[in-house]
C-alpha cells in the first residue's frame, strides 16, 4: 500500500460480460463443475467380513461333499448324513413347509448377499475431492456443530449428517437467513465429491418444565 | 494402476458374494415357484427342461438321481465342482494372511544400469513416522495414524487423521496433498505415490445440548 498506484491497464471485456451488455438483463452465474453423483463410485466397501463367512461356509461343504463322493468312488459307504439327506429330498414334495421353508430362507439369502454385493457400503463415509479423500458423517456433525454453537442466539439446536443432506435444526435464533448462510459457507469449505445439500430447519422454543427444586429456588416459599 | 491390487481384492470379494446370492436365489425361486404351483395358476407351460414344475414331485427323486449318475459326465463333474470350489476356498483364505503392507519401500539406486551399487531400502515405519510428524504439524490437525500399504517397489499410504473442529477441511487437503505426501514421494523417488485419506473430527469436549445449562 505504500507504493505508488501503478495506473492499471484497461481490463480486457470477458465474452460473458459482452453477452450481459447485449442481452440487457444479468444472467445468473453458471455453476463452476456441476458435482455428479458418479464422484464417490471409488469408495466401496471391501466385504470382508461377509465373504469370509460365504467362503468358511462353501469351503467346509465343499470339502465334506468331496470327502463323501471319493469316499463312493474308492468302493466305501456314503456317510450316513448324505444318505438322510438324499432320502429326505427324494421322499419331501415341493409343497412341503419344510422344502418351502428352506427355499424361502435360500432366497432371503440371496437377496441379502446380491445387496452387499452391489451396494456401496461404508455408509459412515462421504467421499471428497480428489478421489481417495474421505470425511465421516459424525465430522460433517461436529463441524457444523461447532459453528452453530458459537452464534449467541441460537437456543438449541440438532445436526443429523446424513448420505446426501445434513438436516440443522435450530430454536431461537433471530435471524434465521443468518445461520443459514454461516452454515452453508460452513459446508463450502468441505469439497464434497457429490452433491451434497444443508436443510437448515427452525422451531420454537420449547417451554421446559422446570423441576419444583428449580422453581422453589427461583421463587422460595414463604 | 496403481491401485490394482486393493481392488482386485475388492472385486473378487464381490464377486464371490454375488455368485454365491445368485445361486441361492435362483434355486430358492425355483422350488417356491414349484411348491406354490405358480405355473399352474398363471396358466404358465415352462419348457420341458425345466426343473421342479409341479407340487407334488419331489425335490430330487431317487430316479432322476440315478438318471443323473449314470450319465458318463456325472462322476468327474461330481468330483471336480466340489475341488474346484475347495481349492478356491482356501486360495482365498491364504491370500487374507498377507494382508499387512510392505516391511519397508525400495528406492531407485543412484548408480547407473550395470554399475555395482547398494540397494536401497527404506522401513514402512521410518516412511510412517515422517509423514505421520509432517502432517501433525499442519493446521488444526489433532491426530495422524498412516499406514504404508501395496508393494515395497509401489508403496501406497492409508492416512486416518483427526481434525479440530475449527479446521478447513479443503484446506487441509491440499496442504496434505502438497505438504507431507508430496515430500514423501519427492524423497522416496516415486513418480506417483497414491494416498487415501479418511477425516474424522475430534468431539467438542463437553457436548451441550442447550446454552441454558451454562447460564445456570
Known amino acids: 500500500m505504500t507504493a505508488p498506484p501503478e495506473p492499471v491497464p484497461p481490463e480486457p471485456v470477458r465474452p460473458d460480460e459482452a453477452v450481459e451488455v447485449e442481452g440487457g438483463a444479468p444472467e445468473p452465474e453458471p455453476e463452476p463443475e456441476p458435482k455428479r453423483w458418479s464422484g464417490g463410485r471409488w469408495l466401496r466397501a471391501e466385504r470382508g467380513v461377509a465373504t469370509a463367512v460365504v467362503v468358511a461356509v462353501v469351503v467346509v461343504a465343499a470339502g465334506a461333499l468331496l470327502y463323501d463322493v471319493i469316499a463312493v468312488r474308492a468302493g466305501g459307504h456314503a456317510r450316513p448324513w448324505r444318505q438322510d439327506l438324499a432320502d429326505q429330498l427324494a421322499t419331501r414334495h415341493l409343497d412341503d413347509p419344510w422344502v418351502l421353508g428352506f427355499a424361502a430362507g435360500a432366497v432371503t439369502l440371496g437377496v441379502l448377499l446380491l445387496w452387499l454385493a452391489f451396494a456401496r457400503g461404508l455408509r459412515g463415509w462421504l467421499a471428497l475431492e480428489p478421489r481417495g479423500t474421505a470425511i465421516h458423517r459424525s465430522a460433517v456433525t461436529a463441524l457444523i456443530d461447532r459453528r452453530v454453537r458459537e452464534r449467541a442466539d441460537v437456543y438449541s439446536w440438532q445436526v443429523r449428517a446424513g448420505r446426501r443432506r445434513t438436516r440443522v435444526t435450530v430454536a431461537g435464533t433471530t435471524d434465521p437467513a443468518g445461520v443459514e448462510q454461516e452454515l452453508r459457507a460452513e459446508l463450502a469449505r468441505i469439497p464434497f465429491a457429490v452433491p451434497y445439500r444443508l436443510d437448515v430447519r427452525t422451531r420454537p422454543v420449547k417451554e421446559h418444565h422446570r423441576h419444583r427444586r428449580d422453581l422453589a429456588e427461583l421463587e422460595p416459599p414463604r | ?216
Not at chain 2, 32 to 53: A, E, N, Q
Not at chain 2, 58 to 75: E, F, G, I, K, T
Request: glycine share 8%.
Open chain 2, 1 to 216: 494402476m496403481s491401485r490394482r491390487r486393493r481392488i482386485t481384492r475388492r472385486a473378487v470379494n464381490r464377486t464371490v458374494l454375488a455368485a454365491v446370492g445368485l445361486v441361492l436365489l435362483v434355486g430358492g425361486l425355483l422350488v417356491l415357484l414349484g411348491g406354490f404351483d405358480v405355473y399352474g395358476r398363471l396358466g404358465i407351460t415352462p419348457p420341458g427342461w425345466w426343473p421342479l414344475t409341479s407340487p407334488d414331485q419331489p425335490v430330487l427323486s431317487s430316479a432322476s438321481r440315478a438318471d443323473w449318475s449314470s450319465r458318463s459326465w456325472w462322476w468327474p463333474v461330481a468330483v471336480a465342482v466340489p475341488t474346484v470350489l475347495l481349492l478356491g476356498g482356501l486360495w482365498w483364505l491364504f491370500s487374507q494372511l498377507r494382508r499387512g503392507g510392505p516391511a519397508g519401500v525400495d528406492l531407485p539406486s543412484p548408480a547407473a544400469p550395470g554399475q555395482p551399487h547398494f540397494a536401497l531400502h527404506v522401513r514402512s515405519r521410518a516412511v510412517e513416522e515422517a509423514v505421520e510428524s509432517e502432517a501433525v504439524a499442519l493446521p488444526d490437525v489433532d491426530r495422524v495414524t498412516v499406514r504404508v500399504t501395496g508393494a515395497s517397489h509401489r508403496p501406497e499410504l492409508h492416512t486416518a487423521l483427526r481434525l479440530s473442529p475449527y479446521g478447513d477441511t479443503g484446506a487441509l487437503v491440499d496442504a496434505y496433498r502438497t505438504g507431507p505426501v508430496e515430500h514423501a514421494r519427492h524423497s522416496l523417488g516415486l513418480a506417483e505415490l497414491s494416498t487415501e485419506l479418511r477425516i474424522r473430527v475430534t468431539k467438542p469436549r463437553k457436548a451441550r445440548t442447550s446454552k441454558t445449562k451454562r447460564v445456570r
